[in-house]
Every structure is written in structure tokens, then in C-alpha cells.
């Protein structure tokens, strides 16, 4: 089995910064694309950054220019470097990691993490 451990979320100020890390752990193959995504109440899961194993990114349109996703692969970790925060962006953060296990290892599957909150005060 894989796990995710997500750490770094909390309550800011607008305007501010937080770092949201994620470790994965267990009988990891190989890890492939690592993310972030986020739900806020009432809404859907939606994807906010996402890294390939060789460093290629991709955003959604509402963190361009304010985010950074990054990963070390030598720790199985990947990082989300949050600037200027918005009310907007509350929710809860879930970490997600595409990997093959030593038990399957040519099937990759989603694996994701328990969630951690981030609170934006106005």
C-alpha cells in the first residue's frame, strides 16, 4: 500500500503565504505525476497544480502567477508553495500521487491523501 501524508495547511491572512508538503510512503515502484487538488464547501474536487516526475507542470487558471508545485524526488515529496492567497482559495487540500506499487508494479493507480485545510481570512 501507498499513504500520503499532507502537512502545512492552516489559517492565513490575505494576502498571505503557506507551503503544503505531502510525503508518500510504503511499497512504492515507482511514483509518477504527483498533485494538488482542493474542495471547498459545496463544491467539486478540482485540480489546482500538478508535476510530472521530470519537473513539467501544469495549473488551473485560478493559481497562475501566485503558485508553485515542486517535488524532490529523492524524498517522494511534493510541495506546494501557496503566495498571495484569496479568500477564494479556503478548502480543504488533498494531496494525489499516480504510482505502481511493488506488488502490481506495471498497473499505476491514484492514490490520495486525507486532506488538510487551508482558511483564508479576509
Known amino acids: 500500500q501507498v499513504q500520503l501524508m499532507e502537512s502545512g495547511g492552516g489559517l492565513v491572512q490575505a494576502g498571505g503565504s503557506l507551503r503544503l508538503s505531502c510525503a508518500a510512503s510504503?511499497?512504492?515502484?515507482?511514483?509518477?505525476?504527483m498533485g494538488w487538488y482542493r474542495q471547498a464547501p459545496g463544491k467539486q474536487r478540482e485540480l489546482v497544480a500538478r508535476?510530472?516526475?521530470?519537473?513539467?507542470?501544469n495549473y488551473a487558471d485560478s493559481v497562475k502567477g501566485r503558485w508553485t508545485i515542486s517535488r524532490d524526488n529523492s524524498k517522494n515529496t511534493v510541495y506546494l508553495q501557496m503566495n498571495s492567497l484569496k479568500p477564494e482559495d479556503t478548502a480543504v487540500y488533498y494531496c494525489?500521487?499516480?504510482?505502481?506499487?511493488?506488488?502490481?508494479?506495471?498497473?499505476?493507480?491514484?492514490?490520495w491523501g486525507q486532506g488538510t485545510q487551508v482558511t483564508v481570512s479576509s
Open positions: 494525489n500521487a499516480l504510482c505502481t506499487t511493488l506488488r502490481i508494479p506495471f498497473v499505476p493507480r491514484d492514490y
Open positions: 510504503g511499497s512504492i515502484f515507482s511514483l509518477n505525476d
Open positions: 508535476i510530472t516526475r521530470n519537473g513539467t507542470t
